[in-house]
């Protein structure tokens, strides 16, 4: 059984939360079963939202810290107004970002940390469409999949916006 | 102020924002547009992109924890979501008709209401032992989770899942109208109208928030309204902020999470006045 082994490392972490749950596990009633999927989607989509996050702010850090590296002038005298906001140009397309990634600019790097920090919510209705289509949930299913097909479509809209 | 001075406070600010917005459910924009356009003098349409960006870092992080802690629930809030998605591409579609001063003034009289409402119930955490909810059944939206603060199990019933739906649709629709993340609407959505625990209303909020705010984003990055240099370090100081309020909301009490949450309500309330109004 591997639900096991995440079912005991959940119970130890959450304190009494087994209280309820542990003796029906141990008799594995059909209801238990149940509980057993919906408590791994708990788990996998706290993952997606973890590695998405851990991914993002990575890359984010690494891109101001290669932004200063570069540009020595911005720990020193170079005032913010004159490199943040309006006035200074920053890589805002894909092609920009690619440009700037390939050159080694901070700027491109920070964009493509946000860019994955963007998608980590859309990465995680996705996952749980398979979550429900494992968990034979044919209403969730259908729920999921509405959600994802509009959050596609709203952010290709904005995207197609420029 | 040079810019790592600028990039460096800049985070340190954000960490404020997405600690407390992980522990209210809201994402932490109502910190951080005042404190980029008041304090850093940064122009409005660069705090506004930060601040969904702010939103989203606060969702992610936070509910990272919630989910895996059963405080969010999970069906619920993908339920909601149908109505907050709706509502987001509804409002981008609106956005050229409806005055926004007029909408965030009307906004701001909303949430000094739900406010007030959410103070007056302060004394009411009890929980619904059946429900009669048609979809609440169906799609058994019902919960439990581990309270680390009252050392015991809390078993609820949802209701008003009709309500709920038709204020995430508007929620929505605010969010995209707006630029913000809404879930000062949202909180008060589940807390009253669908009776969900205090903390599983905040921490369900904050699960949705990121959703909603992530089908806005598209639009904010596409006009250039995401600056590297001023959403960078909001991302990562909110992120560091929603894991330490992540830890803060098990431990407290779902009376202290609300009146927390009802003051946040009033400031921010006051804030959309003042856009509304131009004072």
């Known amino acids: 059984m591997s639900g096991g082994g995440v079912g005991s490392g959940v119970g130890s972490g959450v304190g009494g939360g087994d209280v309820q749950a542990g003796p029906d596990r141990a008799k594995s009633g059909p209801g238990d079963e149940g509980d057993r999927r919906v408590r791994r989607l708990e788990l996998v989509i706290s993952y997606v939202l973890r590695i998405g996050v851990v991914v993002s702010v990575a890359v984010i850090l690494a891109g101001l810290v290669l932004s200063f590296v570069r540009h020595p002038g911005y720990s020193g005298t170079i005032d913010y107004h004159s490199v943040a906001g309006p006035g200074y140009h920053f890589p805002d397309t894909f092609a920009a970002v690619a440009h700037s990634i390939a050159s080694g600019g901070g700027r491109g790097f920070i964009m493509l940390g946000l860019a994955l920090l963007v998608l980590t919510p859309v990465m995680r209705v996705a996952v749980s469409v398979f979550g429900f289509i494992f968990e034979k949930d044919p209403p969730m299913v259908a729920v999921t999949i509405f959600v994802l097909a509009v959050l596609i479509g709203s952010l290709a809209i904005g995207v197609a916006s420029r | ?279």
């Open chain 2, 1 to 279: 102020m040079n810019a790592l001075d600028f990039v460096l406070l800049l985070a340190a600010v954000s960490v404020v924002a997405g600690a407390l917005g992980a522990v209210v459910g809201i994402g932490g924009g109502a910190v951080v547009v005042p404190a980029l356009t008041i304090l850093f003098h940064v122009d409005i349409r660069f705090a506004i992109g930060a601040s969904i960006i702010s939103v989203i870092a606060t969702s992610s992080g936070a509910a990272a924890a919630y989910v895996r802690e059963r405080m969010t629930n999970l069906r619920t809030g993908m339920f909601l979501e149908l109505g907050t998605t709706t509502g987001a591409v509804t409002g981008a579609f609106l956005t050229t008709v409806v005055p926004t001063s007029a909408l965030f003034a009307l906004f701001g009289v909303v949430l000094l209401y739900s406010g007030a409402v959410m103070f007056l119930r302060r004394h009411e955490e009890h929980q619904l032992a059946e429900s009669s909810d048609r979809i609440a059944n169906r799609l058994n939206l019902h919960g439990a989770y581990y309270d680390e603060a009252e050392g015991r199990e809390i078993v609820y019933k949802v209701t008003g899942t009709r309500m709920g739906l038709s204020i995430m649709y508007v929620a929505g629709m605010i969010s995209a109208l707006l630029g913000i993340g809404s879930g000062s609407l949202k909180v008060p959505a589940m807390d009253l109208a669908m009776h969900l625990p205090m903390k599983v209303s905040s921490a369900t909020s904050n699960f949705m928030i990121g959703v909603t705010a992530a089908a806005s984003a598209g639009v904010f990055l596409a006009r250039g309204q995401v600056d590297p240099l001023i959403a960078g370090p909001v991302a990562a100081g909110v992120l560091g902020g929603a894991v330490i309020g992540s830890r803060l909301l098990a431990k407290l009490q779902g009376r202290v999470v609300r009146l927390v949450f009802v003051v946040v309500l009033v400031v921010i309330a006051v804030e959309m006045l003042q856009r509304g109004f131009h004072l």
